[in-house]
């Protein structure tokens, strides 16, 4: 679901006329109602009614984005898990978000968290012709999870995120492909930045760093 938050709020400003909406980058299924728009009395001017249509007009106010079918890969780092001391708990959780979007998790990798692991395992997965790649592990500035990123030529957009659980997350892309760094938090609360992001990559959207900074932007 997006919306043109400004324009809305000239739409809203107009004398009389009252729209209520999702807010901006909200999942939306087939048959939920969006959005309401009332009057506040039993007329409203023509005048009023013109000035609304010239702000809509050119581009919609409202629009919701079909989201893509993905197959997705994901690499989890982490030396415990690679050892087999600790079950893997990443990989059934990744592949039910994306199952939720229709999408699947088409591969996975566990590897030591381990720079040069990391990024060839990343490698790996973009040699494959996934469309996503998705990438557990430790994302503090001095772990190696991060530096496997870079060292895979990914180029990361952000490092760091304004919500919480998630604070660590990175955002990269090979070329066009989205590669998205999760924190380890996440199984520990199990909805967090991931579930902002994520629709929004199913959807098409290129994010960038303001992304980061405001991730609930027009809502």
């Known amino acids: 679901m997006k ?21 901006d980058n909200s999942p939306v299924k087939e048959g939920e109602v969006v959005a309401r728009a009332k009057v506040r009395g039993l007329v409203v001017r023509e005048e009023v009614l013109r000035e609304a249509e ?9 629009s ?27 990989g059934p959780l990744l592949r039910s ?20 692991e990391v990024a060839r395992a990343l490698t ?3 040699g494959k012709g996934v469309d996503t790649v998705l990438v557990t592990g430790g994302m503090s500035p001095d772990d190696s999870t991060v530096e496997g990123i870079r060292r895979s ?15 660590m997350s990175v955002l990269a892309y090979a070329g066009e492909v989205p590669v998205v760094g999760i924190p380890a938090g996440l ?5 967090g930045f991931l579930d902002l992001v994520l629709p929004r990559l199913l959807a098409g959207e290129r994010l960038g760093r303001e992304d980061a900074a405001w991730p609930f932007r027009g809502g």
């Open 187 to 191: 199984l520990a609360r199990p909805r």
């Open 64 to 90: 919701v984005l079909r989201y893509c079918k993905v197959r997705a890969g994901a690499v989890i780092a982490g030396r415990e898990v690679y050892d087999g001391r600790v079950k893997d708990a990443f």
């Open 124 to 126: 790996s997965m973009l």
């Open 54 to 62: 010239g702000i809509a007009a050119g581009h919609p106010v409202l």
């Open 97 to 116: 978000r994306l199952e939720e979007y229709g999408s699947t998790v088409a591969h996975i990798e566990i590897v030591p968290d381990e720079v040069v």
């Open 153 to 167: 030529g990914a180029e990361v957009v952000f490092h760091g995120v304004a919500v919480s659980p998630g604070a």
């Open 3 to 23: 919306v043109d938050a400004a324009r809305l709020l000239r739409v809203n400003l107009a004398d009389g006329l009252l729209v209520a909406t999702r807010h």
